[in-house]
């Protein structure tokens, strides 16, 4: 079926569903497969209009993609030309205080609450306190910063004696200047130290009313000066553009962001001393402003997303007709304008990104001829957005991000409003210049995500699941990803690299450069990639030849081994922990702490669940000054043995129902007793059922062994039978819970039968074995 050049006909996996106006929009979509329904937002860590998706999981997971050949994915490119960013000046002295959060120990009614001393109005509205000494007043600056002066302006109840007080947290605080023998009116007090919380703490009242402040204003520098404005172009002509910021060149040194918004003035500063000067965030709304503010803060700047369904894969907002949707397309054009507005002059804007694989993702709603005309009604709605971006926001570029350069055809047709191209790409990185030269394009491009091999990209390990790279591989993905992006000079205009992000999962180990905080290999290459500051820098430990014995018949419940060789670069004490996923066995991403041992020189013993399935199992690393080396292999979980013979293997198997087709069925009865783990008996969704073996003859067994789907019974007998009419019963249990049944019973009888009473879901019954053993 045509689907324009360089597609994989595959769907990727479900990306978040639609997100709420209002939800954090800055956070990333997980990029894993999800082994059932979508669910909510998670791309990591972390959806859809009016924007964004949050992670995940993310959050982040990792989206696969099989399948079709693709134009070779590519290059990314940042201006190869290495221009910097503008300099920055050095901060004044600011008024910090003013439209800041307030809060008092008391005030004497609305008309006298704490915001009125911080309204810039010195002789209209005041703050005024009960009648005591112990009466307090503070602001919130927002940040911290250093602190230079404070200007009260009493109103006739003024303190006599009174404190400067400081806080970081709002909790702890200090005094930073103590003033005794005041006699109102205007008292300007200088002040030496930082804080993010500034209190006048009161300690003795002038007279016997309480205590009352026309204003109360706080001095100081601020923090970082704020990145510097002034309009941002595409400059330059055919294979020599650049990117400028108010006429200076610009090359994007960029992340994808993942923490909150509330979490930007905690990361941003170290974000920016890595050498980045650029984020970037998948959606744009009301909650991105003090994103925007933290990154102008800290003299970065953001290219502004918006989210369009369907985005990369399904489960990220639905499926959208744009050939004949004009409802959806201008809701999202009204939206999108009211943002570009709000934030067209804020200094931290940098370009405006209108849509996130989209092109890729109308492939799990469309096929074929009807793919193709939604392609380009999509395209051309991306268009219509530029255009509106342009007449609203002269100042600031517009691209739109695609999944590798199979979407740029669209674009090159359908879309000559966009400034420049941007794609998402990983492992093939290094492919983009050749392609941008084969399809005789005549815009740059910059890359919007990118970094190491992705789980669709690396081969499958021998449990049949993505072979995850090394920590060392990983952090040279990252190099070589920048050195392509640098090599196409004069067209590649940067990138952000994915992903500055905190989430502790499947996804976030693939591929974030801090899980819980802690900095890996993939930070530091990052870190030296754009030029930070690594003077004095601790590096991670660094885990090579991890194995895992048995690596594909480890019994449930029973201990494994783990191996790797652990040092540290700087000779630092290493902590080691031992992680389990269940992504692929039961579609857990999160990382959970395994019951495991040390049994020295870089050797665990661990107890495998109980869920039987191929599972993920990380050592991490830590060595003390917030850095960890994590490394991951698979380990397939099978049931334990049991001694014996099965002498139901094989054997003719019957149930009261069993389901046709849905996913994985034919499901019969007999898959139950073919000694093959991966097929399974299903039953309908009902209570009562029953699945039994014919053994053929009278048999002597003394243990069964149950190995249960998902879908499993928490009531159910055994019984017995030498004619398969009469049964009498021999085991009875009404506290199952699924996974695994090892049952003691001992009997002599032709048919076993288990009657299934309660179950344990909303689904049927399903069995993956049901072995009778002699």
Not at 221 to 231: M, N, T, V
Not at 549 to 576: K, L, M, W, Y
Request: charged share 20%; with cysteine.
């Amino acid at each position: 079926m045509p689907t324009g050049p360089g597609f994989r006909e595959s769907a990727p996996g479900p990306r978040p569903a639609p997100k709420p106006p209002g939800a954090d929009v800055s956070r990333p979509p997980s990029r894993s497969p999800q082994p059932s329904q979508p669910s909510q937002p998670s791309r990591s860590s972390s959806t859809a209009p009016p924007p964004l998706l949050p992670p995940s999981s993310r959050t982040t997971s990792v989206r696969r993609r099989v399948g079709v050949p693709l134009l070779a994915l590519g290059a990314l490119a940042a201006s190869s030309l290495g221009f910097a960013a503008a300099p920055q000046a050095q901060a004044a002295e600011a008024l910090l205080s003013q439209g800041k959060q307030a809060t008092a120990s008391s005030s004497e009614g609305e008309a006298f609450a704490a915001k009125a001393a911080f309204d810039g109005d010195t002789t209209g509205t005041r703050w005024s306190s009960a009648r005591n000494d112990n009466e307090w007043i503070q602001v919130d600056l927002g940040r911290s910063g250093g602190l230079s002066r404070a200007v009260l302006t009493w109103e006739a109840a003024y303190a006599k004696n009174y404190e400067i007080q400081a806080s970081d947290n709002g909790t702890d605080w200090r005094t930073v200047k103590a003033v005794t023998g005041s006699d109102g009116g205007t008292d300007e007090v200088a002040l030496s130290g930082s804080g993010r919380y500034v209190r006048m703490q009161g300690v003795a009242r002038s007279g016997g009313y309480g205590y009352s402040l026309w204003e109360f204003q706080v001095y100081g520098d601020g923090g970082p000066p704020p990145a510097a404005g002034g309009a941002v172009r595409v400059a330059g002509s055919q294979g020599n553009w650049q990117l400028t910021v108010d006429g200076r060149p610009y090359t994007v040194k960029g992340l994808t962001w993942g923490p909150s918004v509330a979490d930007a003035p905690k990361y941003l500063p170290d974000v920016a001393s890595m050498g980045v000067n650029t984020i970037r965030t998948w959606g744009t709304d009301a909650s991105t402003k003090p994103l925007l503010d933290s990154a102008a803060a800290n003299g970065l700047r953001v290219v502004n997303g918006f989210w369009l369904q369907p985005g990369g894969g399904p489960g990220s907002g639905g499926c959208v007709n744009y050939v004949t949707d004009t409802t959806y397309k201008n809701s999202m054009l009204t939206e999108f304008a009211k943002w570009v507005d709000a934030y067209r002059s804020h200094p931290a804007t940098l370009m405006w990104n209108v849509g996130n694989e989209s092109v890729l993702g109308l492939q799990n709603c469309y096929s074929g001829a009807e793919l193709e005309a939604q392609r380009n009604a999509y395209t051309s709605f991306v268009n219509d957005v530029a255009k509106k971006i342009h007449g609203i926001d002269p100042d600031h570029p517009v691209t739109s991000t695609d999944a590798w350069t199979g979407a740029w055809p669209y674009y090159k047709r359908n879309a000559p409003d966009l400034d420049l191209y941007s794609m998402n790409s990983y492992g093939d990185i290094c492919g983009v210049r050749q392609d941008w030269i084969d399809g005789g394009y005549t815009k740059p491009y910059l890359i919007t995500e990118g970094g190491p091999a992705g789980e669709w990209e690396v081969p499958d390990d021998a449990n049949g699941v993505p072979d995850e790279q090394t920590d060392v591989q990983k952090a040279e993905g990252y190099t070589k990803a920048w050195n392509c992006v640098t090599g196409h000079q004069g067209v590649a205009l940067g990138a952000t690299l994915f992903h500055y992000g905190t989430e502790h999962d499947f996804g976030g180990v693939w591929f974030n450069l801090l899980p819980d905080g802690l900095k890996r290999l993939s930070y530091y290459a990052v870190k030296k990639a754009y030029g930070g500051s690594t003077a004095g820098d601790n590096t991670p430990p660094v885990i090579r030849d991890m194995t895992v014995t048995p690596a594909s018949a480890a019994p449930a419940g029973s201990e494994f081994t783990v191996r790797a060789g652990i040092t540290d670069p700087d000779g630092d004490r290493i902590t080691s922990k031992i992680f389990l996923s269940g992504n692929y066995a039961n579609g857990d991403k999160r990382l959970v702490e395994a019951r495991w041992r040390s049994t020295g020189d870089g050797t665990f013993a661990v107890t495998a669940p109980e869920k039987l399935g191929v599972w993920k199992v990380y050592i991490q690393a830590e060595d003390g000054h917030g850095n960890a080396g994590i490394e991951t292999k698979s380990v397939k979980v099978v049931a334990p043995p049991v001694d014996g013979t099965n002498v139901a293997l094989n054997k003719p198997a019957t149930a009261s129902s069993a389901q046709a087709s849905y996913g994985d069925c034919p499901c019969p009865a007999a898959n139950a007793t073919d000694g093959k783990p991966e097929t399974r008996w299903a039953s309908d969704w009902s209570d009562p059922q029953w699945i039994q073996v014919d053994l053929g003859a009278p048999t002597a067994f003394r243990k069964l062994q149950l190995v249960w789907n998902a879908a499993y019974a928490t009531s159910y007998e055994v019984q017995v039978s030498n004619d398969g009419t009469t049964w009498r019963t021999v085991h009875t249990t009404t506290t199952g819970n699924g996974d695994i049944d090892t049952l003691d019973v001992a009997g002599t009888a032709r048919h076993v039968r288990l009657q299934l009473k309660a179950r344990g879901t909303g689904w049927g019954y399903s069995l993956h074995e049901f072995g009778v053993y002699s």
